[in-house]
């Protein structure tokens, strides 16, 4: 293709000229060239004081300034909005562009695709039962905690463990690779308690849980736990409020056996300190690499009675100075203050 552009000489002889006190009429009838061009030549000159080719931004942008700011703004205002509805919204005012040009746009201006952070469900009551539990037990001594036996229930899938492993691979290579099962291979029901102490009782939930077979739970092994943690016969028994456990049958059971049940807020998965056992515990028992469904019983059992270490029984949380804070993904927890 020709190229339109004038040569650097004649630029400059234009610039020359004008320099001379040409008019614009005599400098193109001089040199052959358009009025207009000639024109740009020297307002080009006047601005930048120089007749060489200035480098070009690249194509012009389909979207115009306008539609940029309404994408930027539609995204921050709405962080859900998916690229298909951004890409719908910018058709309808006349500038169709592809996703991934709507993507650079939002890269540019700061903004990434993430994984939204799940949390619970929490209602305004919610919030206020936690905060008048935390602050009804603001005064009360470091020996109640210790008194207090933590309860609670969990799934530990056979190959369940589906943590993100890092390895170093060459480019468009995939030699090592993870195995995964549907369901996770199968799973099994556990109930267990702990207190500062060390841990307590873990029982296999044979079938579906319900309030029967709680109690039964309960009858064979709540008081021998609190026996061998040596907690005496005042103890403060901790459950969260599962249905089968605030059974009308379930807390007549307790009160005929004159154990005290902690009041527990409603939607408080984080305040709990067994769920850290939880986790400590699931990691160790599929270092051990179970088979079946037998064998993972019987890991979950020893490494409960045996791995669990005391340290990890002894955690702040039996400091009675507690409160509620919110934390950046906006979902309240139970926050020790030292």
Not at 41 to 65: D, H, M, V
Not at 239 to 256: C, G, L, R, V, Y
Not at 258 to 271: F, K
Request: a positive charge; glycine letters at 4%; charged letters at 30%.
């Amino acid at each position: 293709m020709k190229n339109k552009k004038h040569t650097r000489q004649v630029r400059d002889t234009v610039v020359k000229k004008f320099k001379a006190g040409f008019g614009y009429k005599n400098i193109s009838q001089a040199l052959n060239i358009p009025r207009s061009t000639m024109q740009a030549i020297i307002l080009k000159w006047k601005e930048y004081q120089t007749t060489a080719n200035l480098p070009r931004p690249g194509r012009p942008s389909k979207l115009s300034a306008h539609t940029r700011r309404i994408l930027i703004r539609d995204a921050a205002k709405r962080p859900m909005i998916t690229l298909d509805e951004l890409q719908r919204s910018t058709a309808e005012v006349g500038d169709s562009v592809h996703r991934t040009k709507i993507s650079r746009i939002l890269h540019k201006s700061g903004l990434y695709g993430r994984v939204a952070r799940r949390k619970t469900f929490l209602k305004d009551i919610h919030k206020k039962c936690c905060l008048k539990f935390a602050t009804s037990h603001l005064g009360d001594t470091p020996n109640m905690w210790k008194k207090l036996l933590w309860s609670d229930e969990t799934k530990i899938e056979l190959f369940g463990n589906n943590a993100k492993r890092y390895v170093w691979l060459k480019s468009n290579t995939a030699e090592h690779t993870i195995p995964t099962v549907k369901h996770g291979g199968g799973s099994i029901m556990v109930w267990a308690c702990f207190s500062s102490a060390g841990t307590g009782k873990m029982v296999k939930i044979d079938g579906k849980m319900d309030g029967a077979k709680y109690r039964t739970i309960l009858e064979e092994n709540l008081m021998e736990s609190a026996k061998d943690l040596r907690l005496g016969r005042r103890f403060v028994f901790q459950q969260d409020n599962d249905p089968k456990h605030k059974a009308k049958s379930t807390m007549e059971w307790f009160k005929n056996k004159h154990i005290q049940v902690l009041e527990w807020p409603s939607q408080s998965p984080d305040l709990n300190p067994i769920k850290n056992l939880w986790k400590e515990l699931k990691t160790a028992v599929h270092k051990c690499s179970p088979s079946n469904l037998a064998e993972l019983e019987l890991f979950c059992k020893e490494e409960w009675d045996k791995n669990v270490s005391l340290s990890m029984c002894k955690t702040d949380r039996d400091i009675p100075q507690a409160t509620y804070s919110c934390n950046r993904s906006k979902r309240w927890r139970y926050k020790v203050l030292t």
